[in-house]
């Protein structure tokens, strides 16, 4: 499922830019929180097996995580509350079964009522039809919502964006991030830095490193968790001395390959620990792209360390500036592989 939720990440809203997401001021800002799900479908078919079908489907578990957590929070209304106050939620299911509905289609409508919002429509004659719609389609619907979410925090993130950050990333590895200015910068090496947001007993940490292409063996779990264990064991180091960061091997990372702006990429998403020091550890996805005017790969890593928390809020925002990664010439303007 992972390959095609990259692919409608980068695929299926590329003609929207995080500009695009903002670009309509006269309309209001939307209600709810980003992993908020409004569904608006009768009671009667709440209860039925459709019901629970939609059920299932948004509340998969998130991937990566060190405990189940749902994909979504999700609020159910019937059609007769549906009105000028609860449409203007971000994220709406609005399902419609009926005689008057000749086939079963879904519809996709964005910023309708309110900015940055997203509407899909499940229309379908009968019961049994809906479900076979949602089953055929139950990873695009996922796929739409977490894809809305993550562009819209990325657009936050970018109107917010440290510029004292945002420079030395330039000068250092020529790419651009959205980190936002609550960030402060840590760890400083020739190919290495790792940039964090401390509160509480929460951390975000944004790791970015560069190392030389070799060959398309570099693309494979194998040598990405090793290349990122060799690089966290040197720079991630834990409070006790010889402590570390590495990757967990009792929960294998899972691996995705797409391209993005024409350029060759692999995600890895899992656990990390630390070695040898206090019982740490916590989710992380990691992003790594391949420049090919220069020879080298570049990765981008978001993890989190929030004992006792949920996580999934926490790595939605780091996985947002993970994959707001773009890889520019040396003019500082972003580089595509395909032009």
């Known amino acids: 499922m992972k390959n095609n939720i990259i692919l409608y990440l980068f695929i299926l809203w590329s003609l929207i830019s995080c500009d695009q997401l903002n670009r309509e001021p006269a309309k209001p800002s939307p209600t709810g929180a980003p992993g908020d799900v409004l569904v608006v479908m009768n009671e009667k078919l709440w209860k039925s097996y459709s019901g629970d079908t939609l059920r299932t489907i948004l509340a998969s578990p998130v991937e990566g995580l060190p405990q189940d957590e749902p994909r979504f929070d999700v609020v159910k209304i019937n059609h007769d509350r549906f009105d000028q106050v609860t449409r203007r939620h971000r994220n709406i299911v609005l399902v419609k079964v009926g005689s008057d509905q000749p086939e079963a289609k879904i519809m996709i409508n964005k910023n309708l009522w309110t900015k940055n919002q997203l509407l899909v429509t499940l229309l379908a004659p009968d019961e049994k039809t809906l479900t076979d719609l949602m089953v055929a389609n139950h990873e695009k619907i996922v796929?739409?919502?977490v894809n809305k979410d993550l562009m819209t925090i990325a657009a936050n993130f970018e109107s917010a964006k440290d510029a004292e950050i945002s420079e030395i990333l330039k000068k250092k590895f020529k790419i651009d991030l959205a980190i936002p200015s609550e960030y402060t910068l840590g760890t400083d090496q020739p190919d290495f830095l790792w940039i964090s947001l401390e509160y509480r007993n929460v951390k975000q940490g944004i790791l970015v490193y560069s190392y030389p292409y070799t060959d398309k063996n570099t693309f494979t779990t194998d040598y990405l968790?090793?290349?990122?264990?060799?690089?966290?064991r040197l720079y991630v180091q834990g409070e006790i001395e010889g402590s570390?960061?590495?990757?967990e091997s009792l929960y294998p990372p899972i691996y995705s390959a797409f391209e993005i702006n024409?350029?060759?990429s692999a995600e890895i998403r899992g656990l990390w620990r630390m070695q040898d020091g206090l019982i740490m550890g916590g989710p992380f996805v990691s992003l790594s792209q391949l420049d090919q005017k220069r020879n080298r790969i570049v990765t981008v890593e978001g993890f989190v360390y929030a004992p006792g928390e949920k996580k999934r809020d926490l790595m939605q925002q780091v996985e947002a500036i993970v994959y707001s990664l773009k890889i520019l010439d040396e003019a500082g303007i972003v580089t595509n592989n395909k032009q």
């Open 143 to 145: 796929m739409l919502i």
């Open 225 to 232: 968790v090793r290349k990122r264990n060799n690089i966290v």
């Open 244 to 247: 570390y960061m590495t990757t």
């Open 262 to 264: 024409g350029h060759y």
